[in-house]
T-cell receptor
Framework: GAVVSQHPSRVICKSGTSVKIECRSL??????MFWYRQFPKQSLMLMAT?????????EQGVEKDKFLINHASLTLSTLTVTSAHPEDSSFYIC?????????????FGSGTRLTVV | AQTVTQSQPEMSVQEAETVTLSCTYD???????LFWYKQPPSRQMILVIR??????QNATENRVSVNFQKAAKSFSLKISDSQLGDTAMYFC??????????FGQGTELSVKP
């Protein structure tokens, strides 16, 4: 089945630094990837939609200058949290939709736990 | 805007018994997809079951089935013969024509031995 690899699984960074999270579709091409943020025991909040070869579309209230998204190929999207602060600490999850699939569900990465100290 | 509502924050069930998780949604679209996802303590999102809105027949997968009531905009999940490994957060999700998955608030299911 479709597999999405997300790295790193855990990262601790100092306040003010930037951290990059990678999301790769391993056995399918993903024209569209999604980035979510999840707080403990809460639902997934969609942050942005990443489209291969074009600019990401951000949800209302998400700072695009803080959360930089790049989708340079059909198998890789990256989320960079710039000038991270403790309030950015969270669980970040990516998902990908197979280029040929609609309604077949989305494949999710295993998530990244970001801690900003 | 579409919304997905899960009104049960927590549920518990004895092992081997049956449990039903509820989900309602709101949309003006006629063609769409609905999903149930499971998120165990590992936090990996796992697709449990999906339903196409144009299909009247309820989806079923092994011990899991749904009760899809399109007119009522209801999409409940039934887990039969509950097992300890079913303990997880369960999210109902709606796929809209804009291509986004919209999640409900989640239901934390505990299966007790």
């Amino acid at each position: 089945g479709a597999v999405v690899s997300q790295h790193p699984s855990r990262v601790i960074c100092k306040s003010g630094t930037s951290v990059k999270i990678e999301c790769r579709s391993l056995d399918f091409q993903a024209t569209t990837m999604f980035w979510y943020r999840q707080f403990p025991k809460q639902s997934l909040m969609l942050m942005a939609t990443s489209n291969e070869g074009s600019k990401a579309t951000y949800e209302q209230g998400v700072e695009k200058d803080k959360f930089l998204i790049n989708h340079a190929s059909l198998t890789l999207s990256t989320l960079t949290v710039t000038s991270a602060h403790p309030e950015d600490s969270s669980f970040y999850i990516c998902s990908a939709r197979d280029a040929s699939g609609v309604g077949y569900g989305y494949t999710f990465g295993s998530g990244t736990r970001l801690t900003v100290v | 805007a579409q919304t997905v509502t899960q009104s049960q924050p927590e549920m518990s069930v004895q092992e081997a018994e049956t449990v039903t998780l509820s989900c309602t949604y709101d949309t003006s679209e006629n063609n769409y997809y609905l999903f149930w996802y499971k998120q165990p303590p590992s936090r990996q999102m796992i697709l449990v079951i999906r339903q196409e809105a144009y299909k009247q027949q309820n989806a079923t997968e092994n011990r899991v089935s749904v009760n899809f009531q399109k007119a009522a905009k209801s999409f409940s999940l039934k887990i039969s013969d509950s097992q300890l490994g079913d303990t997880a957060m369960y999210f109902c999700a709606f796929y809209n024509q804009g291509g986004k998955l919209i999640f409900g608030q989640g239901t934390e299911l505990s299966v007790k031995p």
